[in-house]
């Protein structure tokens, strides 16, 4: 057949031959005269047209024999259902249709001219191997079950896309093998049907139009759009793998195909049940008609006390036909305005509720009245069952979701060592179960090598002292400026008198500031100066307009001046947020070296703690190369957080200086989870050495000498054995060649630390990139080994 399939087992003649054999046997039968002179007027007249019995090659001629066709296949399809059926003449897997009722035509002709009939889910490989099973079933009488629900799905003239399910009728066809055509055995057939997928096995053994299919086909379409909406709804339910936006269109798209409305649109709203109130879903794209663009509504204040008892004593669907006739009647409540802003005319409200509890609200709205009506509110029957399953699983996802944050920001459960804490849990809840009595028990972890690092803010207590101390002077000026004004228009002894004091506490700050001259200050401000400050303003346009600049410029909550301490404190939380989230990301690339516990904490800086060991994991060995590349790893991000740290401040209001140090402990240790601290923290008195050093290190001075350890544009590595020292030598001049590190390297003696004796130090300047594309400083840390080796 012409303009068939260039890939298709079969050679394709559209022919009649069959539906005339059965008239012709069905007359040798018929009782009937009326039937039997049908019959032959039938037979007599398509018979003046050999080339239906012999077959068409070009479906161009269909076109040609379009009445004779029509009044052969009148039985089949009868013109008293025209306009019900979705019927047509077909050839199998190639979308030609003929003979078409005027419902299926009515159909395609609102679909458009750029329309071509597809089935879903179809391609030509699967067309070529269902043509194949044709062949094995009708010829070699195989019976091989491949039906499979096949669809059209077609667009109306509103451009809402519509479902149809196909129904075939291939009584009409004869089968039979050409002149390529290969004889099929048993064992060929059981290997076909193992490869259902290799479309050219099935092609070795049918090549392309090897066998000649004579007659036609006849499909049945059933429009089942709510039926097929409702179980690709199901689908979207129960596997969300997209986007936010794209499963919020999609849900959208279904609801349309079910109401048939092509602008409907979908809202939710959130029960929140512990402060009775309504709230916006956490994604972005989810809309709430009720709340419009507020966040947050009181559950009786955002819709009425009607609405309100329907949806969540009653659970039964709210629908608002006439949005505007809602309005009157409840003098433009809540719902009504936020509706109306929204253009919405008609809506359905449908709780969304799992036993008596409450979990949202479904929102469809129109924006025509009468459209949205609690008549056709009964289709969300058989559909809100699976949306108020969706509904606890995302809402139980969710919590899950706060457990792991809370988790992760507020204890110090870290991922790595979560394996023994669920170990432990499981032993805990099965003694509870058997026994109704269990204690969960002590967690700890022998034999680990502790890291530890900090990179600290130089002289923070001196910055933030300053900031204070000026914030306090300039107040002090301006109330001066003002009670000097005050003075010279009023002359009251008491302005000069508070003048006097003010004078008094500046010339006490600028010459100390000590633990008590905020409070003091605070006291003097809340007795004395702010008693007096509304008569002053009252006094003149000047005054009134000084106390006015003055007001401020104070912090409604403390009323102090808050500018420079803000620009300070602005500083360092920025600082501190940058930091913590550089080492977060750089611990992803961390545990890949060796899961090991991790914890860091903000202070004046970021510190952090390291431990790593075979005791830390459960089934995986250790070897000390892995404390090595993990040293390495420390030494190389600390660095790079000492160039974030100048980066960044580039758009700060103050600048800031870090000083960074590194403690290197040579022995194991045994650390233990404090379940009153909920924190990990060494165990034994001997390892308590380890601590003390941690405290009071940053504080050490050089030996016989008044200066700190720790210097800004420095890394200081302290450590006490001799093999530590060559250890980190080989990281400094390795890092040196990676432009991490300068040339200048200091070791050092430190001043003993508290009863600990003999302490050094390598201290070396770090090399600073003036932004943050830095040049190629990739660390191959799975390569250090070899590194070492060779150095």
Same mark, same amino acid.
């Given at each position: 057949?012409?303009?068939?399939?260039?890939?298709?087992?079969?050679?394709?003649?559209?022919?009649?031959?069959?539906?005339?054999?059965?008239?012709?046997?069905?007359?040798?039968?018929?009782?009937?005269?009326?039937?039997?002179?049908? %019959?032959?007027?039938?037979?007599?007249?398509?018979?003046?047209?050999?080339?239906?019995?012999?077959?068409?090659?070009?479906?161009?001629?269909?076109?040609?024999?379009?009445?004779?066709?029509?009044?052969?296949?009148?039985?089949?399809?009868?013109?008293?259902?025209?306009?019900?059926?979705?019927?047509?003449?077909?050839?199998?897997?190639?979308?030609?249709?003929?003979?078409?009722?005027?419902?299926?035509?009515?159909?395609?002709?609102?679909?458009?001219?750029?329309?071509?009939?597809?089935?879903?889910?179809?391609?030509?490989?699967?067309?070529?191997?269902?043509?194949?099973?044709?062949?094995?079933?009708?010829?070699?009488?195989?019976?091989?079950?491949?039906?499979?629900?096949?669809?059209?799905?077609?667009?109306?003239?509103?451009?809402?896309?519509?479902?149809?399910?196909?129904?075939?009728?291939?009584?009409?066809?004869?089968?039979?093998?050409?002149?390529?055509?290969?004889?099929?055995?048993?064992?060929?057939?059981?290997?076909?049907?193992?490869?259902?997928?290799?479309?050219?096995?099935?092609?070795?053994?049918?090549?392309?139009?090897?066998?000649?299919?004579?007659?036609?086909?006849?499909?049945?379409?059933?429009?089942?759009?709510?039926?097929?909406?409702?179980?690709?709804?199901?689908?979207?339910?129960?596997?969300?793998?997209?986007?936010?936006?794209?499963?919020?269109?999609?849900?959208?798209?279904?609801?349309?195909?079910?109401?048939?409305?092509?602008?409907?649109?979908?809202?939710?709203?959130? !029960?929140?049940?512990?402060?009775?109130?309504?709230?916006?879903?956490?994604?972005?794209?989810?809309?709430?008609?009720?709340?419009?663009?507020?966040?947050?509504?009181?559950?009786?204040?955002?819709?009425?006390?009607?609405?309100?008892?329907?949806?969540?004593?009653?659970?039964?669907?709210?629908?608002?036909?006439?949005?505007?006739?809602?309005?009157?009647?409840?003098?433009?409540?809540?719902?009504?305005?936020?509706?109306?802003?929204?253009?919405?005319?008609?809506?359905?409200?449908?709780?969304?509720?799992?036993?008596?509890?409450?979990?949202?609200?479904?929102?469809?709205?129109?924006?025509?009245?009468?459209?949205?009506?609690?008549?056709?509110?009964?289709?969300?029957?058989?559909?809100?069952?699976?949306?108020?399953?969706?509904?606890?699983?995302?809402?139980?996802?969710?919590?899950?979701?706060?457990?792991?944050?809370?988790?992760?920001?507020?204890?110090?459960?870290?991922?790595?060592?979560?394996?023994?804490?669920?170990?432990?849990?499981?032993?805990?809840?099965?003694?509870?179960? &058997?026994?109704?009595?269990?204690?969960?028990?002590?967690?700890?972890?022998?034999?680990?090598?502790?890291? !530890?690092?900090?990179?600290?803010?130089?002289?923070?207590? &001196?910055?933030?002292?300053?900031?204070?101390?000026?914030?306090?002077?300039?107040?002090?000026?301006?109330?001066?400026?003002?009670?000097?004004?005050?003075?010279? &228009?009023?002359?009251?002894?008491?302005?000069?008198?508070?003048?006097?004091?003010?004078?008094?506490?500046?010339?006490?700050?600028?010459?100390?500031?000590?633990?008590?001259?905020?409070?003091?200050?605070?006291?003097?401000?809340?007795?004395?100066?702010?008693?007096?400050?509304?008569?002053?303003?009252?006094?003149?346009?000047?005054?009134?307009?000084?106390?006015?600049?003055?007001?401020?410029?104070?912090?409604?909550?403390?009323?102090?001046? !808050?500018?420079?301490?803000?620009?300070?404190?602005?500083?360092?939380?920025?600082?501190?947020?940058?930091?913590?989230?550089?080492?977060?990301?750089?611990?992803?690339?961390?545990?890949?070296?060796?899961?090991?516990?991790?914890?860091?904490?903000?202070?004046?800086?970021?510190?952090?703690?390291?431990?790593?060991?075979?005791?830390?994991?459960?089934?995986?060995?250790?070897?000390?190369?892995?404390?090595?590349?993990?040293?390495?790893?420390?030494?190389?991000?600390?660095? +790079?957080?000492?160039?974030?740290?100048?980066?960044?401040?580039?758009?700060?209001?103050?600048?800031?200086?870090?000083?960074?140090?590194?403690?290197?402990?040579?022995?194991?240790?045994?650390?233990?989870?404090? %379940?009153? +601290?909920?924190?990990?923290?060494?165990?034994?008195?001997?390892?308590?050495?380890?601590?003390?050093?941690?405290?009071?290190?940053?504080?050490?001075?050089?030996?016989?000498?008044?200066?700190?350890?720790?210097?800004?544009?420095?890394?200081?590595?302290?450590?006490?054995?001799?093999?530590?020292?060559?250890?980190?030598?080989?990281?400094?001049?390795?890092?040196?060649?990676?432009?991490?590190?300068?040339?200048?390297?200091?070791?050092?003696?430190?001043?003993?630390?508290?009863?600990?004796?003999?302490?050094?130090?390598?201290?070396?300047?770090?090399?600073?990139?003036?932004?943050?594309?830095?040049?190629?400083?990739?660390?191959?840390?799975?390569?250090?080994?070899?590194?070492?080796?060779?150095?």
């Amino acid at each position: 057949m012409k303009n068939q399939l260039k890939d298709f087992p079969l050679d394709i003649k559209i022919s009649f031959h069959r539906i005339i054999e059965q008239y012709q046997e069905q007359l040798k039968r018929e009782q009937s005269s009326i039937a039997r002179k049908y %019959m032959e007027d039938v037979l007599d007249y398509v018979s003046s047209f050999p080339k239906l019995t012999e077959g068409l090659d070009d479906p161009q001629e269909l076109k040609k024999y379009q009445d004779p066709i029509r009044i052969l296949l009148d039985d089949l399809f009868p013109g008293i259902l025209t306009n019900n059926e979705i019927k047509a003449a077909s050839l199998p897997f190639h979308n030609i249709i003929f003979n078409s009722s005027k419902r299926f035509k009515a159909i395609l002709a609102e679909a458009g001219e750029d329309y071509t009939l597809e089935m879903r889910n179809m391609d030509e490989s699967m067309y070529y191997i269902f043509g194949c099973i044709i062949i094995l079933n009708h010829h070699y009488g195989y019976e091989i079950d491949f039906s499979r629900p096949m669809y059209y799905d077609i667009p109306d003239e509103n451009g809402i896309l519509k479902h149809y399910r196909l129904a075939l009728n291939a009584d009409f066809i004869d089968i039979e093998p050409g002149e390529n055509a290969i004889e099929i055995t048993e064992k060929d057939v059981d290997q076909l049907i193992q490869n259902i997928d290799d479309v050219d096995l099935w092609k070795e053994k049918f090549p392309p139009r090897s066998w000649i299919f004579r007659g036609f086909t006849i499909i049945n379409l059933t429009d089942v759009t709510v039926d097929d909406a409702i179980s690709e709804l199901k689908t979207t339910l129960l596997h969300q793998e997209t986007s936010d936006k794209d499963e919020l269109l999609k849900f959208q798209e279904i609801f349309r195909s079910i109401y048939k409305i092509p602008d409907l649109r979908v809202g939710y709203t959130v !029960y929140n049940k512990r402060e009775m109130v309504f709230e916006r879903m956490n994604s972005r794209e989810a809309q709430s008609f009720i709340l419009h663009q507020q966040l947050v509504s009181d559950c009786k204040t955002g819709i009425c006390e009607k609405s309100f008892q329907k949806l969540l004593e009653e659970q039964a669907y709210f629908t608002i036909s006439n949005v505007k006739s809602y309005a009157k009647k409840t003098g433009n409540n809540l719902l009504s305005q936020n509706l109306q802003k929204s253009k919405v005319k008609s809506c359905i409200l449908a709780p969304i509720a799992n036993g008596n509890e409450l979990m949202g609200v479904l929102e469809l709205v129109s924006s025509r009245k009468n459209e949205l009506n609690s008549i056709n509110a009964i289709k969300l029957d058989e559909i809100l069952p699976y949306i108020v399953t969706s509904m606890e699983r995302n809402r139980s996802e969710f919590e899950n979701r706060i457990k792991a944050v809370i988790q992760s920001e507020c204890t110090s459960i870290h991922p790595s060592v979560l394996w023994i804490f669920e170990r432990e849990a499981k032993r805990f809840i099965k003694d509870l179960d &058997e026994d109704g009595l269990a204690s969960f028990k002590d967690i700890a972890f022998k034999d680990v090598y502790p890291l !530890y690092g900090q990179i600290d803010i130089v002289a923070s207590s &001196e910055a933030r002292n300053s900031a204070i101390q000026k914030d306090l002077i300039q107040q002090l000026d301006m109330l001066e400026e003002i009670i000097d004004k005050a003075f010279q &228009e009023e002359g009251l002894p008491i302005y000069d008198q508070v003048r006097y004091r003010i004078i008094e506490f500046k010339d006490d700050l600028e010459e100390n500031l000590n633990a008590s001259s905020e409070q003091k200050v605070f006291n003097l401000l809340q007795k004395e100066v702010n008693p007096i400050m509304e008569h002053v303003s009252k006094q003149s346009e000047e005054l009134k307009k000084l106390v006015e600049e003055y007001q401020s410029k104070l912090n409604p909550e403390t009323g102090v001046v !808050y500018q420079l301490r803000k620009h300070y404190d602005e500083t360092v939380q920025r600082i501190n947020r940058t930091m913590a989230r550089y080492i977060d990301r750089k611990q992803v690339e961390a545990q890949r070296i060796y899961p090991h516990y991790f914890e860091r904490y903000k202070t004046d800086g970021v510190d952090h703690n390291m431990y790593i060991g075979a005791a830390l994991t459960s089934n995986r060995p250790f070897n000390m190369v892995y404390l090595y590349n993990l040293r390495l790893w420390q030494l190389s991000t600390m660095c +790079e957080m000492e160039n974030r740290f100048y980066q960044i401040q580039k758009s700060t209001p103050i600048k800031l200086d870090a000083a960074s140090l590194i403690l290197v402990f040579n022995n194991t240790l045994s650390i233990r989870y404090r %379940m009153d +601290e909920k924190k990990f923290d060494v165990d034994g008195t001997y390892n308590a050495r380890y601590e003390i050093i941690k405290k009071r290190i940053d504080k050490a001075f050089i030996k016989n000498t008044e200066e700190r350890i720790t210097q800004k544009g420095k890394i200081v590595i302290v450590y006490s054995q001799g093999s530590d020292e060559r250890e980190y030598l080989r990281y400094v001049k390795y890092l040196q060649t990676k432009k991490y590190l300068g040339e200048e390297v200091e070791l050092l003696e430190l001043e003993d630390v508290q009863g600990v004796v003999g302490l050094r130090a390598i201290r070396v300047d770090i090399l600073y990139t003036p932004d943050e594309k830095e040049p190629d400083k990739t660390i191959n840390y799975e390569g250090l080994v070899d590194y070492l080796e060779l150095h």
